[in-house]
């Protein structure tokens, strides 16, 4: 087996690997690049139909790529939509994803009480994830849920919730807190958090 042969390999395996992603974004990626060294090692073997075919996969491909990638960072592609806390919708929610939520959240599965507010993150019609925050007194919210669906963990709609939304402004919060999680301070870096000691805390923009 040659070089170009491992090639062609490389080509199919990161196609049939992109078809296992959750993830919208990673699934373009892999699904791209598998797509691209398969146009080239049919198309130097003479195998024109699969040439063809990959090559307008990878146009496709490369056409998504540059739509998700721009719409990561777009306010409007994203709503926040604030549910009661014994709402069907996010009660729903809350039992399909239970088993995933147990990873980040496992503390915090069952939260009761009118002191706790509860908002649903959609980008149009699909659910992206899900926020729940309790009123800690003083102006301070706790973050106890923050929670973003497998398919949708490439783009950062954590970004569009606690810079532009506006939800916690409205709710009297001046200030956030989460607790510290190691898997989730990059995270919480990236949304405007600082570590204060055992706890995460950013100012509510208004």
């Known amino acids: 087996m040659t070089w170009f042969d491992l090639l062609g390999w490389a080509g199919s395996l990161l196609v049939i690997l992109s078809l296992t992603q959750a993830r919208v974004l990673r699934f373009r990626w892999l699904n791209l690049v598998g797509a691209a060294l398969a146009t080239v090692y049919n198309a130097v073997i003479g195998v024109w139909p699969f040439a063809v075919m990959n090559g307008v996969i990878t146009i496709i491909d490369v056409y998504w790529v540059l739509r998700l990638h721009r719409e990561r960072h777009d306010d409007v592609t994203y709503e926040v939509i604030e549910v009661g806390i014994d709402d069907a919708l996010w009660r729903h929610i809350l039992a ?8 980040f959240h496992p503390d915090t599965l069952d939260p009761t009480g009118d002191d706790r507010s509860v908002w649903v993150v959609a980008r149009r019609d699909e659910t992206v994830g899900i926020v729940v925050v309790r009123d800690a007194g003083d102006g301070v919210g706790r973050v106890e849920i923050d929670y973003v669906t497998p398919r949708f963990r490439d783009f950062t709609p954590g ?19 989460h607790g510290d999680d190691a898997s989730s301070r990059s ?13 995460w805390r950013r100012p509510v923009a208004a």
Do not use: C, M, Q
């Open 159 to 177: 970004e569009f919730v606690y810079r532009t939304s506006g939800i916690f402004a409205a709710k009297g919060f001046r200030t956030l807190e």
């Open 187 to 199: 995270y919480l870096e990236r949304v405007g958090f600082e570590r204060a000691g055992d706890v």
């Open 96 to 103: 399909v994803h239970r088993d995933d939520l147990a990873t």
